[in-house]
């Protein structure tokens, strides 16, 4: 249907990328990503009083997002070439729109993802021999590698991901000049480093039908041959070295919702660096991986933790300490087994209905207030954290009368 829109304006309509790659594949469904000669304000034009709509995403890069009111969306772009500046920048200096798809071809990363078809006439257009790489299941750059990681320095992590994520092989010739190219990534925002990084490090959760169960290890040995953990994590020049791929231990047995922290771990063990609460910032935070302060709170914890344990004598305790990240610190934990103890604590504290925190204290500064009235407002904070301390050994305590009995009787010493 749209494609027919298209038609009846003069021109043709053209799926590329993934979804055309995948389906040449086994039929791994991702976005649908068009294109074609028209202009965006040609395609806005021709979509009105259609079933349609088109809202411009990047004007200089001719985006659109085009809806069908059924909520199918797609992503069209115009055909264009482009033009960089010396240095590995993302984004192109310049863009020319063109009508020659040839032209458009050209500036593509890998012969993989340069594949369209066209809808009106369905037929494939191949000019740089992407179907028989897809058959021969190898990953090769477009035109020549100088050029493809001359002109986007993000196009090298790409390389890394989608060798792992589809179980390629890396063209030799291209590998060769990816990791020669890699001082490309200095000129990479942190922003679009991170998000790269992270889809590297989960490449086994992207095209489930056609991955490994282990791409995302797959993923990092490549990472790691490339030599480049400086562009990741800056603060660690004054150490780093190149990582031997026996060192990620925990992070080869991780779930994806601990990938980062058993990486980080296996990184700073590798190193012999202690993870503190300012190191992990440095490496994690908004100088390093960018994440944000919740993130990079929930990793500290999380890899602080075995430290601290030693200075609880009792685990219920340290339970409440780290209560926000306790299911995934117990699972963590697991990967080096370790402390078994604590899993069984905090199931019987579950159990028993112990709080987690001050919200499931059955008593409140209100109650306090109300029945104990001579106890200075001043005074409330330091004594409600004292009695969840209390709750939390004795939780079948935990109900209004004891805990302000208890008040009470700390009251009165």
Not at 197 to 203: M, P, S
Not at 246 to 256: C, D, E, G, Y
Not at 317 to 333: D, G, N, P, R, S
């Amino acid at each position: 249907m749209l494609s027919e829109l298209f038609f009846k304006n003069g021109f043709l309509l053209y799926i590329v990328g993934g979804y055309v790659r995948n389906a040449l594949m086994d039929g791994c469904s991702t976005d649908v990503d068009l294109a074609g000669a028209a202009t965006s304000d040609e395609v806005i034009g021709f979509l009105k009083s259609s079933e349609f709509t088109a809202a411009v995403v990047n004007k200089k890069l001719g985006t659109l997002l085009i809806k069908h009111k059924s909520g199918q969306n797609f992503e069209y772009t115009t055909f264009r070439s482009e033009n960089y500046l010396k240095g590995g920048s993302h984004s192109p200096a310049s863009v020319k729109f063109v009508t020659d798809i040839r032209v458009d071809a050209k500036r593509r990363d890998f012969t993989a993802n340069a594949i369209y078809y066209d809808i009106k006439n369905k037929k494939i257009i191949d000019f740089y021999g992407g179907i028989e790489d897809i058959k021969n299941k190898v990953l090769r750059a477009v035109e020549t590698p100088q050029f493809v990681f001359e002109s986007d320095g993000l196009r090298i992590l790409r390389f890394i991901r989608l060798a792992a994520e589809l179980r390629f092989k890396p063209d030799p010739h291209t590998l060769e000049v990816a990791v020669k190219c890699k001082s490309q990534l200095k000129d990479i925002s942190h922003e679009r480093f991170k998000k790269e990084f992270l889809l590297i490090i989960n490449a086994d959760s992207k095209h489930i039908n056609a991955t490994q169960a282990q791409a995302h290890i797959k993923a990092l040995e490549l990472f790691n041959s490339f030599e480049i953990w400086l562009f990741v994590m800056p603060a660690l020049k004054p150490y780093l070295k190149t990582l031997s791929n026996k060192s990620f231990v925990l992070f080869n047995k991780a779930p994806p919702s601990l990938r980062l922290p058993a990486l980080l771990q296996d990184i700073f063990t590798a190193l012999k660096i202690e993870p503190t609460r300012q190191i992990i910032n440095l490496v994690a935070g908004h100088k390093g991986l960018m994440l944000n302060a919740n993130e990079v709170d929930e990793i500290s914890k999380i890899l602080t933790a075995q430290n601290a344990l030693t200075k609880y004598k009792d685990l219920r305790l340290f339970i409440l300490e780290y209560a926000f990240v306790i299911t995934k610190l117990i699972e963590f934990l697991k990967l080096s087994k370790t402390h078994a103890k604590l899993e069984e604590v905090y199931t019987n504290m579950k159990k028993e209905g112990a709080p987690f925190c001050l919200k499931d204290l059955k008593i409140n500064g209100n109650d306090i207030k109300k029945h104990l009235p001579h106890i200075k407002f001043n005074n409330y904070a330091g004594i409600l954290t004292k009695t969840l301390h209390y709750a939390v050994k004795y939780p079948q305590h935990n109900n209004k009368n004891a805990l302000l009995e208890y008040v009470k009787t700390m009251n009165n010493e």
